[in-house]
């Protein structure tokens, strides 16, 4: 594939990927009742500041270069957890996606997160 063409399938992965977190943490800030509603029914109602800051930060060090793996690690545990949550509670499976093109984004940014380095 033409690298330019690759680069920007990367910029786009890389900000739909961060993009669904950050914006689902400034529905959790700002208090969204769909959202508060929701996380009440997990059980998880009167953190939401808490996990909306996380979400916001986690993918903050995702979009930086240098704090990407540590990003991803984060989002993917995030996710994982909350995908986890929404499995034992019957819920829809929101998470699959967000969690879907986080892994896709660092795959795009850094193979050597899932291949082994060929020297």
């Given amino acids: 594939m033409n690298p330019k063409v690759m680069r920007i ?6 900000v739909l990927a961060a993009g669904m977190p950050i914006l689902s943490g400034v529905m959790k800030l700002t208090q969204s009742k769909e959202v508060i509603d929701t996380l009440t029914k997990a059980g998880v109602g009167d953190k939401a500041i808490v996990l909306g800051l996380m979400e916001i930060g986690f ?7 240098k704090t990407m793996k540590l990003g991803f690690i ?7 957890g909350a995908l986890a949550t929404e499995i034992s509670h019957g819920a829809p499976l929101n998470a699959f996606l967000p969690l879907v093109l986080i892994w896709i984004g660092a795959f795009l ?5 899932f291949l082994p380095v060929v020297s």
Wanted: charged share 10%; aromatic share 20%.
């Fill in 9 to 14: 399938v990367t910029i786009i992965f890389t």
């Fill in 59 to 65: 993918a903050t060090l995702f979009i930086y270069p």
């Fill in 74 to 80: 984060l989002l993917s545990c995030y996710f994982a």
């Fill in 109 to 113: 940014r850094d193979k050597t997160i």
